[in-house]
């Protein structure tokens, strides 16, 4: 079985609190028993793009031992940025694709961010990385990531800035068996659903939750900060299904304390 490990939406911004609790979701993921075989962290890595924040995201994103991390970008990132910290590659505004080979699972990274703009959008070259990216890829079942989810999740402040003109996307994901199913963040928000008739997994964030139609008051009641970090654990096994597990962890957790 593969083990993919999801954090998301960690929101680093120079200040400690973020800081702390994105080292506390990894401090997790690597105290585990079974280490994870890879950790994807789907997006708004930062909270405004800065190089001061990508600084405090490579440092603590990349520190957990041989466990490969892959890096989308969200709404709240910069490519440019992004590119010089957390990728050591030079600086340019293209969009972000990865393909990454994890034992016999084949991980499709794509770029749903717009610069400048909240709500996502895959650009026709990414459609085009994307189908030859399925096309190059031999063996072996297929998950893919994105920042933004490509449906309405009921969550009034997300829905309005998800990811626009999805339907290609769906399209390629149903017409392809070897796809497993589809990995987002944006929604701050643990969310499961279907899409292209494939599991579809929103992540939770590291940092908040955002409430859904049954909880959001605004302009007072939108973000909870209350509520632990949290990540997601996927697993692809033998009969290339997917299945999600969601932890919180709380400071002094089971597996919360900081490695000695
Ligand atoms: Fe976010």
């Known amino acids: 079985m593969i083990l993919a490990a999801q954090i998301s939406d960690t929101h680093f911004d120079e200040a400690p609190r973020n800081l702390e609790r994105a080292e506390r979701a990894m401090t997790y993921l690597a105290s585990l028993r079974r280490k994870p075989d890879v950790i994807l962290v789907t997006g708004d890595i930062t909270d405004s793009g800065k190089p001061a924040q ?23 990132d910069d490519r440019a940025a992004f590119r010089t910290a957390l990728l050591d590659e030079t600086p340019s505004t293209d969009p972000i ?3 990454y080979r994890v034992g016999p699972l084949t991980v499709l990274m794509l770029d749903s961010s717009v610069p400048g703009e909240s709500s996502g959008r895959l650009a026709d070259d990414t459609l085009d990385w994307l189908r030859e990216a399925l096309a190059e890829t031999l063996d072996g079942p297929i998950l893919l990531a994105l920042h933004h989810p490509p449906k309405l999740l ?39 659903s279907t899409f292209g008739g494939k599991p579809l997994i929103t992540c939770p964030s590291t940092a908040s939750v955002l409430g859904g139609v049954w909880e959001v008051e605004p302009p007072t009641k939108v973000m909870d900060y209350a509520p632990d970090p949290m990540v997601a654990l996927h697993v692809i096994d033998e009969t290339n299904s997917l299945t999600t597990h969601f932890r919180s962890v709380p400071i002094g957790g089971w597996l919360a304390t900081p490695l000695a």
């Open 154 to 192: 009921h969550s009034p402040i997300i829905d309005v800035i998800g990811l626009a003109e999805p339907e290609t996307l769906a399209d390629i994901i149903a017409a392809d068996d070897r796809i497993v199913g589809t990995l987002t963040g944006h929604a701050h928000s643990a969310a499961a």
């Open 54 to 76: 990508y600084a405090q995201a490579a440092a603590t994103l990349r520190g957990v031992g041989d466990i490969p991390v892959y890096f989308l970008p969200g709404n709240h």
């Open 97 to 99: 694709n990865g393909a």
